[in-house]
């Protein structure tokens, strides 16, 4: 009905500016304040001014509710709700993954060069790992607990893929990566894969937690090759993890410790994360 | 005869003394709410926006990087990465939650009629467009909206649709890559998601500027919904 009244009033006026008889529109006609005073519809209410003013100052206050959004003005509450914000986001990250969805893998021909590929670190690129003495600490919830050398975890099986590493600060590069399934070597230490956590602990004093579905994601690494390559010291050498589910941030590099755990420390959940990035880190 | 809008508005007549005065309930409280709640989250998508982007400032490679632009620390919010990320997963929820809302609530309503940019709508675009910006003469007004904030408004919802959807592609380009593909893959979601911001840009300042220029019984009208003395009526 009212679209349809809307139609024709548009048909009938040109847009011809303000030189319009008012009696050449009917609807304007039949508003003007001497129509109104005269018939005032059954519909329409009359007031005084008095009663608008206080009819819209009702309206006003109806729009309460949306003071609740000037906390986040207040600095000691901000800090609160935007931890619940980031939680309440890695929670939907958490729910949304699923371990049996893989990430893109790429061509070779779409692989940047070993040269294009970004070193990052938080600190310095070289912890300086002798890498003949080095093994990996197995701790925590596993059957199989103690040091482990590189030669051990590589009789696993091989992965060699071709995925995008994804950086928080929003550069991305699609690498070559070679290693073990995290998965595998979880069943290799006999983890108890019902536990959430995976602690990790890096000799460059970078540490990290990751939730126990993206470690075993089949995409998951314990990576100890880039583009054929053994690890390279300013990618993590002699072992790090190299997962396309995760950002960079959580794909520690350097590993010297690896804790399979139920708990997680509240004040060191990750070198970042502890100064506030998301725990979860999911792609 | 009743007094209308062609819209169906509610109205009522206001009486004093010499004169009567017409107003017409041109935004239900739904509507009022998105506007506002939406006004700070789309400030803080933005300023923490660009301080995410601000950490990379390219649509490049890493390697080489050229950086596209170098946007000034006072425009952002957020201190830092890590803190503007906070913001922008906080508030990136009550974007969408208030986004959904209003065009579910529009829709339902049939609020939309109003707002809602259609064909018949193009003939009245030029006009309007020559009258803001190259002093031509006003057309005259029929409805709440003419056909130029039609499209605005009306473009604002594609904004929103885009930064929301490319924006959960860079949250979660391994589980969504299928919603990639129609961006042209990961990379490009980072372009379009800019874009997207951009569109945002190119409509507040006008939108600010005509509100400037409309006065307060205007402004008051998106905080109490009555607009006292409409032209259209």
Redesign the interface.
């Known amino acids: 009905m009212a679209f349809l009244a809307l139609d024709t009033a548009n048909d009938a006026k040109p847009h011809n500016g303000n030189d319009m008889n008012p009696d050449d529109n009917p609807e304007k006609a039949s508003v003007s304040p001497s129509d109104v005073r005269e018939a005032p519809s059954d519909e329409e209410k009359v007031l005084t001014h008095r009663d608008f003013s206080r009819m819209s100052r009702r309206e006003l206050l109806k729009l309460s509710p949306l003071v609740v959004l000037g906390a986040f003005a207040i600095p000691r509450v901000q800090e609160k709700l935007l931890e619940k914000g980031v939680a309440l986001s890695d929670w939907a990250s958490g729910e949304f993954f699923s371990k049996s969805r893989l990430a893109r893998t790429f061509k070779d021909s779409d692989v940047v060069p070993f040269e294009k590929f970004p070193y990052n670190g938080y600190d310095i690129l070289d912890p300086e790992v002798d890498l003949d003495s080095w093994t990996l600490t197995v701790e925590g919830l596993v059957r199989n607990p103690g040091e482990f050398e590189l030669p051990k975890i590589q009789t696993l099986p091989k992965i060699v893929q071709n995925t995008r590493h994804v950086c928080v600060e929003g550069w991305d590069a699609i690498g070559n990566f070679g290693g073990a399934r995290v998965s595998d070597f979880l069943k290799f230490i006999g983890a108890d894969t019902t536990a959430r956590f995976v602690e990790v602990e890096c000799a460059d004093d970078y540490y990290e937690s990751l939730d126990m579905a993206s470690m075993l994601q089949p995409q998951s690494l314990m990576c100890y090759e880039m583009y054929g390559k053994p690890l390279d010291r300013g990618h993590g050498a002699p072992l790090r993890l190299q997962m396309p589910t995760k950002l960079g941030y959580k794909q520690a590099k350097y590993l010297t410790t690896f804790r399979v755990t139920n708990v997680l420390k509240s004040d060191r959940k990750g070198y970042w994360e502890d100064q506030g990035y998301s725990w979860h880190g999911g792609l | 005869?009743?007094?209308?809008s062609?819209?169906?508005l509610k109205?009522?007549?206001?009486?004093?003394e010499h004169?009567?005065?017409?107003?017409a309930y041109e935004h239900p409280?739904v509507v009022?709410?998105a506007h506002?709640?939406n006004a700070?989250s789309l400030f803080?998508m933005v300023t923490t926006g660009l301080r995410?982007?601000k950490?990379?400032p390219?649509f490049g490679?890493?390697?080489p990087?050229h950086d596209f632009i170098n946007i000034p620390k006072w425009l952002t919010l957020g201190g830092w990465?890590?803190?503007a990320?906070?913001?922008h997963?906080?508030?990136?929820?009550?974007f969408v939650v208030t986004g959904l809302t209003y065009v579910i609530y529009q829709i339902v309503s049939g609020n939309y009629?109003q707002v809602l940019f259609t064909l018949?709508d193009v003939s009245?675009v030029w006009?309007m467009a020559r009258h803001y910006f190259f002093f031509g003469?006003?057309?005259?007004v029929?409805?709440p909206y003419n056909p130029l904030q039609k499209l605005a408004y009306t473009s604002s919802i594609f904004f929103g649709i885009l930064a929301t959807l490319t924006g959960f592609v860079l949250y979660?380009?391994?589980?969504l890559?299928w919603l990639a593909y129609p961006m042209g893959g990961?990379?490009l979601t980072?372009v379009w998601h800019f874009l997207a911001m951009c569109g945002f840009l190119s409509f507040i300042p006008g939108h600010l500027i005509m509100v400037a220029l409309h006065g307060w019984n205007n402004f008051?009208s998106m905080?109490?919904?009555?607009k006292?003395g409409p032209e259209y009526?």
């Open positions: 005869m009743a007094a209308k062609a819209l169906d109205t009522v007549s206001i009486l004093s004169r009567t005065d017409i107003a409280w009022r709410m506002w709640a700070a803080v995410i982007y950490a990379f390219s490679a890493k390697i990087q990465l890590g803190g990320l906070q913001w997963f906080t508030f990136a929820w009550i009629r018949r009245g006009p003469k006003k057309p005259e029929t409805e979660k380009p391994a589980q890559w990961y990379h980072r008051y905080l109490v919904g009555w006292k009526i």
